[in-house]
Each structure stands twice: as C-alpha cells, then as structure tokens.
C-alpha cells in the first residue's frame, strides 16, 4: 500500500483535540520532555502526535494487510508541513500507547522498503520490537547505530515493562527539520540480531550476523556532535581488525 504523506496529514488533523490532548499529557507524564521555545514547543508535540495517530488510524483500517510500514519524513514533512514525523517510528514498533496496550508494527522511515522488510523479519521471527537505524560510526572497537529521530522505545531499556522504558526516553528539539522533538536515549548493552535485506544483480540477500551491545564511552560520546539527541545503540564491530 503506497499512501501520499497528505494522506497522513489530514488523519491527523481529523484526530478529536481530547485524544491528542491525552496523548500529550501521557508524554508530560510518563517521559521526560525538554522543551526549547524553538524546534520544541507544546504545539509542535501535539502536530506529532497528530501524525502519530493519523498514521495509526489509517493502519487500523487496512490492518488485514499491514505487517510493516515506512514513512518518507525528509522533506514534505520535516520542512513542508513543518515537524519531524519521529512520533511514527518510535511507537508503531513498541506495545504501549496513550490508549494502552497495541500491537506492535515494525516500522522505518524514508520510504526504505529494504529495511521495513528486514525489520519485519527480525520481528516475525523473534517475536521482539525491532529498531532500525543508520551506521552513525565506526572505529575498530564498535558500530553505532543511530535513525534520525527516533526508533523503538523499547530499546530505551529492553524491558517487558513498556512504561520502564518511557522513563529512560527524553523528547527534546530536533536538529533538522523545521521543527519537532527527537525520542532520545542510549540503548544499554544486551546480544543482538543484525540484519538487512540488499538486493545485488535482480537477486535479494539477507546479511546478518549476531553480536553484543555495548556502552558508548564518553570520549565517543563527545565526538557525536551530530544528532546527539538521537537515539544510539552501540554493538562490538563483528569485524576482524
């Protein structure tokens, strides 16, 4: 199913102001918000949500037919309609809401279609929210991974308990974009699943391999100068040196 961004747009604005209202006053509640007056402010929160939600609608309609989804944000959202759609991809992939429990749905952002369908296998298959992310960096010792915003919040803890993980997560001003907060935090260490689809010659390949989680030092953590409130999950490089 490929559904313009507008169509998420006016979902969203068709949301009943009591249900946003309560989404937000969830947030206040149950995570830490930093606004800045700037990229940050009560009423950007509220036209995230409202993509949240709009989003969530249209995927409970059509939910026979929903394993997975992708939201292109750059630029009709971020900088057109003028807020990150972070709120998407940080709780479409995790069991809890504003309205209570949900169902998990993987989800990705940027249209990438490669990387919807990976984490739908890696969630399929284990039963575990997936997070999905970039390569922010890379040195001998780790990989960081890191997504523009936001990614499943259950990585905020890795724990069965939804709301232990809310209160490890910071929303605070975006870096690019408009406007919008980013779903922070640093995922702690734990053994992971790494994978993703490619397609090489008009034949699909699936690359994984398995690994551990670790800590981002600090000296590394200062090297972040982009995107720092991002959320972050550190693995060992599986690579020889």
Known sequence: IILDQYVVIKEGESIEDEKVDAFYN?????????FDNK?????VLKKQIRLYLGAKKIVEERKERVRGISIKCQP??????????????????FNQDAFGEKPIIPATCEGDIKGTISSALLYYLSGKPPLFGDIKYVDDEIVIIA?????????ARLSDDAYENLRAVTIQGQCQGKSGGAL??????????VA?????????YLLYFFTEGVEIPEEIERKLKWGKQWPHTA???????
């Not at 990229?39 to 009423?43: D, Q, S, V």
């Open 26 to 34: 969830w947030l206040m509640k149950n995570t830490h918000v930093k």
């Open 39 to 43: 990229t940050l402010t009560p009423e």
């Open 184 to 193: 922070t935090y640093r995922t702690p260490p734990a053994e992971f699943t």
């Open 235 to 241: 693995i060992k490089n599986p690579l020889d040196s």
């Open 147 to 155: 997504n523009c915003g936001a990614s499943s919040l259950y990585y």
């Open 76 to 93: 009709e959202l971020s900088e057109v309609y003028g807020v990150t759609a972070c709120t998407i991809p940080a709780f479409f992939p």
């Open 196 to 204: 993703r689809l490619i397609g090489r010659n008009g034949k699909y």
